[in-house]
C-alpha cells in the first residue's frame, strides 16, 4: 500500500488525501495513517490544506516501498523484508526459508552486528551508505551444481555497477569484487541440502556504495569514493536484483555456459599464476579457466590439471 502511495506521491507534483485515496482505494484517514508512517521512517512529505501532499524527499533507506516500485521481477523482491540493524541478514534469511519463506524473498540491513564473510570471517557493515542483503532461492539444482550461483550474482552486481556508474568492476575468482583492485563488494552464498536435494540457497552480498571511508577497511573501497559522488543505493539495487533475477531464470532453463561467459568479461583470474588454499591444502600454478560447473582450473607446475571448488585465492604478481 505505501508503495503504491509513494508511487503516486513521485508521479504527481500536489495531491491531496482524496485524490490519493480514491487512486488506491482507501480512506483519507487510512492514507494520511501511511503518510505518517513514512514520514516517520524518514520520508519528508509536506501537507498543506491548499495543494494536499507534495513528496519532498525520499528516506535513503532501503524499505521495501522504495525498493519495490518498478522492480517488475517475477520471483525476486516480491516480498522485502527491511531491518534497520540485525546480526546478519543471513541468519534472518535462514530463519524465514526454515519457515517456509517463498523462494525470491530478500532481506535487507541497513546494519549488521555480525555480517559474515566466507570462510568464517567478519563482514563490515557500517550505518548509512552500504547495501547488505540476503535472498532465498529454491533452485531446481544439485547441491554439486550451487557454486554457479555466486557467479550469476557476481555477473549481476558488476554488470549493475558497470551500466550505473560507468566504473569498470572486476571479479577475483570465485566472487570478491574489485575496482581498481581494491575490494567494493563480496558474495556470501549458504546452502541447506540433503545428499542430492537442494532446499535453499541463500545468497548475501554486501556492497560498499556511499559507505563513510573511515569505516572503509584498509585494501577496500566504496563506489563513491571510485565515482567521486554519491551513487543512488536504491537504484543500484533494483537493477542488481533485476540481473539476479533474469540470470537466474536463465541458468535454470539453459544450463551454465552462457553465465560462464559472462563471468570470463568480468574475471581477472584466468590467465594468472595463483596460490589457492582450500580447506588443508595449498595449489599453485596457472588459473586456466573456469568449467561449466563454476570451479576454477588451475594448471599445477607438475604439469597436472586440478579443479577447485571453493577457496581463497591470492594473484602472483
Ligand atoms: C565475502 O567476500 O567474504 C562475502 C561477504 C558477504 C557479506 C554479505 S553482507 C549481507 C550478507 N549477510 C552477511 O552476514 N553476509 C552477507
Known amino acids: ?15 491531496s488525501g482524496e485524490q490519493l485515496g480514491k487512486r488506491i482505494h482507501i480512506s483519507r484517514t487510512a492514507v494520511w495513517k501511511h503518510i505518517n508512517a ?16 507534495t513528496f519532498v524527499k525520499s528516506a535513503d533507506l532501503l524499505l521495501a516501498e522504495e525498493i519495490g516500485i518498478g522492480l517488475e521481477t517475477r520471483i525476486i ?3 522485502i523484508v527491511h531491518c534497520d540493524e540485525i546480526t546478519s541478514t543471513q541468519d534472518v534469511a535462514e530463519e524465514l526459508a526454515r519457515s517456509g519463506a517463498e523462494q525470491g524473498t530478500v532481506v535487507i540491513a541497513e546494519t549488521q552486528t555480525k555480517g559474515r564473510g566466507r570462510k568464517g ?14 535472498i532465498i532461492l529454491r533452485p531446481n539444482l544439485m547441491p554439486s551444481q550451487i557454486v554457479q550461483i555466486p557467479l550469476i550474482a557476481g555477473v549481476a552486481v558488476s554488470k549493475a555497477i558497470k551500466n550505473l556508474t560507468s566504473l569498470e568492476p572486476r571479479i577475483k575468482w570465485p566472487n570478491d569484487m ?106 599453485e600454478g596457472e588459473a ?7 570451479g576454477l582450473l588451475l594448471r599445477l ?9 571453493a577457496g581463497d585465492v591470492v594473484h602472483c604478481r
Not at 234 to 261: C, H, P, T, W
Not at 288 to 294: A, E, K, V
Not at 301 to 309: A, H, I, L, Y
Open 288 to 294: 586456466i579457466d573456469i568449467d561449466t560447473d563454476g
Open 77 to 79: 523482491g516480491k516480498r
Open 301 to 309: 607446475d607438475s604439469g597436472f590439471n586440478q579443479k577447485v571448488m
Open 1 to 15: 500500500m505505501r508503495e503504491l502511495i509513494l508511487k503516486a506521491l513521485q508521479e504527481e507534483r500536489h495531491v
Open 178 to 283: 574489485l575496482i581498481h583492485n581494491k575490494k567494493i563488494g563480496g558474495i556470501l552464498t549458504e546452502l541447506s541440502a540433503e545428499m542430492d536435494v537442494t532446499r535453499f540457497v541463500l545468497i548475501g552480498f554486501g556492497l560498499n556504495v556511499n559507505n563513510d571511508k573511515k569505516a572503509l577497511l584498509e585494501g577496500t573501497t566504496s563506489l563513491r569514493e571510485q565515482k567521486k559522488e554519491e551513487v543512488d543505493r536504491a537504484i543500484l539495487l533494483q537493477e542488481i536484483l533485476r540481473r539476479i533475477e533474469a540470470n537466474y531464470l536463465f541458468l535454470q532453463a539453459k544450463g551454465s555456459s552462457v553465465i560462464i561467459d559472462k563471468w570470463r568479461n568480468y574475471g581477472i583470474t584466468l590467465g594468472r599464476r595463483v596460490k589457492v588454499s582450500c580447506q588443508s591444502q595449498h595449489l
Open 121 to 134: 570471517r567478519n563482514w563490515v557493515s557500517s550505518p548509512e551508505g552500504g547495501i547488505y542483503l540476503s
Open 38 to 53: 513514512l514520514r516517520k521512517k524518514g520520508y519528508q512529505i509536506h501537507s498543506s490544506p491548499r495543494l494536499g501532499y
